[in-house]
């Protein structure tokens, strides 16, 4: 499913965000976006955050699910 897809790839974005913070202390997105509290990084993170709550499903979705769904 193409949002599966797409929400994975924003919850590995985050994910490598967050590892370059704890690595260099570098927040890619704040750099970007001028600061952690502007009103873009703050909806980035927004996105990433739902992004991320997205994937949680598909950690619960029966197994036939998925295998009809990845030869799609």
């Known amino acids: 499913m193409l949002l599966d897809k797409i929400a994975l790839a924003l919850a590995i974005i985050g994910g ?25 990084a703050r909806i980035i993170y927004a996105i990433v955050g739902l992004a991320a709550l997205w994937c949680l499903t598909l950690l619960f979705r029966p197994e036939e699910n998925r295998a009809r769904h990845s030869h799609a």
């Open 16 to 40: 490598l965000n967050w590892g370059v913070i704890g690595l260099f202390n570098f927040d890619l997105v704040a750099f970007i976006c001028g600061g952690s509290g502007t009103w873009l």
